[in-house]
C-alpha cells in the first residue's frame, strides 16, 4: 500500500494496543514510525530495475525478520519515554505495527515475500488497490480523533477507524470472488479455458474490476463493475510474445519475471530491443513495470541491465473513463485501439 495508509495503519495500531498506558501522541509516532520502516528498502539500489522491482518488499517484508526487529525498536521506544516498565507493551504494540505493514501489502498483487529467507515466494491476494481511500480514510479519521479527543472517546473513534478498515478488506475479497465467478462463466461462454485468470480492482476503488486472462500465445483483459446490469464482458485480445518467451526463457531475467508475476506477463520486440512487461499492474496498453532487456548484442555480451520503460495513461481521459464505467456504464477502454480484436460473451452469474 502507499505510504501514507501504511502510516495511518501503524500509528491506528500502535494507539490502539498501548491505550492509556502512554500519551497518545507517543504512540501514534511510534507507530507511524513502525508503519514506515519496512517501506525504506525502496532506497535500496540493487543493480538494475527488474532486480529492483523483485527485491523489494523481501526481507524488509518478511515476518521472521520484522519480529526480531521489534524488540530492538520496543526498547528504543521505552528508553526514549523513560517508560523501561511498559517495554512489554511497547513490543507487543510494534510488533503488531510491524507485522500488519506485509499483511496489509499483501492484499495487493504486487507480490510480498512474507517467508524470506526460506522462500522468496511472492503472496499477493490482489483484492485491494496500492491507493484506496475507503481503507485509508477510516484510520486517519480514528487517529486524528484519538489524537484531538480525550481518552476513552478518542480511543473509540480509533478503534471504529480499524474495524472499518478491516471490513472493508473483508468485502474487498467478497467482491473479488464475485468479480471472479463472472469472469470465468464469460470465459467458458467463449470456449477459452484459461493457464491464469487475474482478478483486480481498477485503481482507487473495489467496485470495478479488471480481468487478465492468459493462454499460451495470448491474453486477454476485461473489465466487470459490480453494479453492471448484466454479467456479459467485452474481451480484448493481444499478443504475449509467445515466440519471444521461447525463445529467451533461459534469459534469468526473462525467468525471473515469469516467477515473480506468476506467469502474468509479455515480451516484445522493438527495433531489435527485447522487452518484457508485468501484466498485473497498469491497463492496456499502459502498464507501470515494462522492462528494456537491451538488444541480443548487448545481452550476449552482458553489457545491457535492464531499464524502466514503463508508462502511465492520460490521467485526463482516464480517470472519466474509470469513473463512468465503475457506475456500470459500458464504455470501451479509451486506450485499446478499435483495430485490436473483440470478444463478447455472457455470464449465467
Known amino acids: 500500500m502507499d505510504s501514507l495508509t501504511q502510516i ?3 500509528s491506528a495500531v500502535g494507539v490502539a494496543v498501548m491505550g492509556r498506558r502512554t500519551a497518545v501522541w507517543k504512540a501514534a509516532l511510534w507507530g507511524a514510525i513502525g508503519g514506515t520502516l519496512p517501506d525504506l528498502d525502496a532506497f535500496i539500489d540493487h543493480g538494475d530495475a527488474i532486480l529492483n522491482m523483485t527485491r523489494h518488499r523481501a ?9 526480531l526487529v521489534a524488540p530492538v525498536l520496543a526498547w528504543i521506544a521505552s528508553r526514549v519515554h523513560g517508560e523501561a516498565a511498559l517495554f512489554r507493551r511497547w513490543w507487543l504494540a510494534l510488533w503488531l505495527v510491524l507485522i500488519t505493514h506485509p499483511l496489509l501489502d499483501t492484499m495487493t498483487v504486487y507480490g510480498t515475500q512474507l517467508l524470506q529467507p526460506f522462500s522468496d515466494h511472492p503472496f499477493g491476494v490482489g483484492s485491494i ?6 481503507y485509508t480514510v477510516p484510520l486517519i479519521v ?3 480523533a484519538a489524537l484531538r479527543l ?4 478518542g480511543l473509540r473513534w480509533n478503534a471504529a477507524g480499524l474495524v472499518l478498515s478491516t471490513l472493508y478488506l473483508a468485502w474487498s475479497v467478497g467482491a473479488q470472488q464475485q468479480a471472479t465467478q463472472v469472469a470465468r462463466a464469460s470465459l467458458q461462454a467463449q470456449g477459452i479455458v484459461p493457464e491464469g485468470l487475474l ?3 481498477a485503481p482507487f476503488n473495489t467496485v470495478l474490476w479488471r480481468l487478465v486472462a492468459t493462454t499460451p500465445t495470448q491474453y486477454l483483459e476485461g473489465h466487470h463493475s459490480l453494479l453492471d446490469e448484466d454479467g456479459q464482458i467485452q474481451w480484448t485480445v493481444h499478443e504475449r510474445g509467445a515466440e519471444l518467451i521461447a525463445q529467451h526463457r533461459n534469459d534469468p531475467y526473462l525467468a525471473r519475471m515469469a516467477r515473480f508475476t506468476h ?3 509479455s515480451a516484445a520486440s522493438v527495433d531489435d530491443r527485447l522487452y518484457v512487461t508485468d501484466l498485473r499492474m497498469g491497463q492496456e496498453p499502459s502498464y507501470t513495470f515494462r522492462f528494456d532487456l537491451g538488444t541480443e548484442a548487448a545481452r550476449a555480451n552482458g553489457g545491457h541491465r535492464p531499464t524502466l520503460s514503463g508508462f502511465r495513461p492520460d490521467m485526463a481521459t482516464a480517470l472519466p473513463w474509470l469513473w463512468r464505467r465503475m457506475w456500470g456504464e459500458r464504455l470501451p477502454s479509451p486506450l485499446v485501439p478499435d483495430n485490436v480484436p473483440r470478444l463478447k460473451a455472457g455470464s449465467t452469474g
Open 8 to 10: 495511518a495503519l501503524g
Open 59 to 67: 526481507e524488509s517484508h518478511a515476518l521472521v525478520v520484522l519480529t
Open 129 to 134: 488497490f496500492i491507493i484506496d481511500p475507503a
Open 142 to 144: 480514528g487517529v486524528v
Open 150 to 153: 480525550h481518552p476513552p472517546r
Open 199 to 201: 482478478v483486480t480492482p
Open 263 to 265: 506467469g502474468f506477463y
